[in-house]
């Protein structure tokens, strides 16, 4: 089959951007009504941030011709392998994690539906080095680990994409998988663990269903929001518990004190941007982009990091407002190596490769374009908050890897010839 006459309906073509950037004009908006008159250079970071939003959407415009070199994915054996690692690894991952800082069972058990108190008390112990007494095999073994976390990506985009073709048993594992993976995450109190995970598999959601008849495409829609509906939800409950987000200084309730959380998580970003627009640009080669593997590797050959010359430092320093405690949104991160100027040109071009990545994926059904589309929606949605993919080690390494299974996928033989 030729993949000229391959023709894709533009409102299934321009699915992924038109929710990226509701979401983001909503962030802009929720910036502005909860910080307008308290900081400095609103209109100016408005201004800047909507320069960036319209050339991710212009970037997404272009056509893009499909190399007819390429092949359709179908589901295979190695799909199969692929999905029962990604079960058993998040499984031990997680498990880890939790035992990690959790040593006694009545703990777990008073924390595990209080996410809140269960954030602050794995931020206690991390402050107060409790892990730092680990043997050098057991840290060894925490970074192997650390390495594959990007395995939870691959299970919940491909369960969705090939469940039809899973037997019970398989499906079980993935159950359990995703039961423990959820057990990790509410023990650990970390939102960003459900949303990225969310963001993931989104690629996959879409992609579901993509070119439904009326029915159909009624139910998978209904379907979505439901489970965008169970994730916002769980994000609220969340932040609620924690029980720092209030009104008037009263107890407005987990949901509402969720709710202000999130505005908040979406929105103050914007305030570290509009104070480091203001500094000048110092070069810190890399290591403000890639810090989470800078961090890592560096000190082993005895380099100095030069993120102390990021505008997020010097925003510290300068304003006060904090590097790593609080958010700036991903630009200042992105500045520091290749300066502001510069940035309107990568979203064009982080367009670009999103629109290529979501119509390879209509066309010739590659599950590996749409787990590397899952990790531009991290970065997209993440954009008012930090540099969520190269923030830290693990994220670094998964979001590469990821790739390198896409790159791969490409011009390997296990793509099947296609079958119509």
Request: hydrophobic share 50%.
């Amino acid at each position: 089959m030729s993949n000229s006459n391959y023709t894709i309906d533009s409102r299934v073509e321009n699915m992924p951007i038109r929710y990226i950037m509701i979401y983001l004009v909503f962030t802009q908006i929720a910036y502005i009504l909860m910080y307008h008159g308290q900081y400095p250079n609103i209109v100016v970071t408005i201004l800047f941030t909507s320069l960036c939003y319209v050339s991710l959407y212009m970037g997404n415009l272009p056509g893009w011709k499909i190399k007819d070199s390429l092949k359709t994915y179908n589901y295979n054996d190695s799909i199969k392998r692929i999905i029962v690692f990604c079960a058993i690894s998040t499984i031990i991952i997680s498990l880890y994690n939790v035992f990690s800082f959790y040593s006694d069972i009545t703990i777990i058990k008073q924390l595990i539906l209080n996410p809140g108190q269960a954030y602050e008390y794995v931020k206690f112990i991390r402050r107060n080095g409790d892990l730092n007494s680990t043997s050098a095999w057991e840290s060894i073994i925490g970074i192997i680990l650390n390495i594959f976390t990007f395995t939870k990506y691959f299970l919940g985009g491909f369960s969705i994409m090939y469940w039809k073709n899973l037997t019970k048993g398989y499906k079980s594992l993935i159950i359990l998988s995703i039961i423990v993976y959820t057990v990790h995450s509410l023990l650990m109190g970390a939102m960003v663990n459900v949303g990225s995970f969310f963001l993931s598999i989104c690629p996959f959601l879409l992609f579901k269903i993509k070119n439904r008849n009326k029915r159909a495409s009624v139910k998978s829609i209904a379907f979505l929001m439901i489970i965008v509906i169970i994730f916002t939800l769980a994000i609220l409950y969340f932040l609620g518990t924690r029980k720092v987000f209030q009104l008037n200084y009263s107890d407005t309730g987990v949901l509402m004190s969720g709710l202000l959380g999130l505005l908040f998580y979406i929105s103050h970003g914007y305030v570290g941007l509009s104070y480091c627009l203001d500094l000048p640009f110092k070069f810190t080669w890399g290591h403000t982009v890639f810090r989470g593997i800078s961090t890592t590797i560096l000190p082993y050959f005895g380099i100095n990091n030069a993120f102390f010359n990021s505008y997020l430092v010097r925003n510290e320093v300068e304003n006060g407002w904090s590097a790593l405690q609080v958010w700036s949104t991903v630009f200042p991160w992105l500045a520091s190596d290749i300066t502001f100027w510069l940035i309107p040109v990568l979203m064009f071009i982080i367009g670009y490769f999103m629109k290529k990545l979501w119509k390879e994926s209509l066309v010739f059904e590659n599950p590996y374009a749409l787990a590397v589309l899952g990790q531009l929606f991290i970065f997209c949605f993440m954009i008012p908050a930090n540099n969520q993919l190269f923030h830290t080690f693990g994220n670094s390494v998964g979001t590469i890897v990821i790739y390198i299974f896409y790159f791969n996928s490409r011009y390997s033989k296990l793509s099947s010839k296609i079958r119509r």
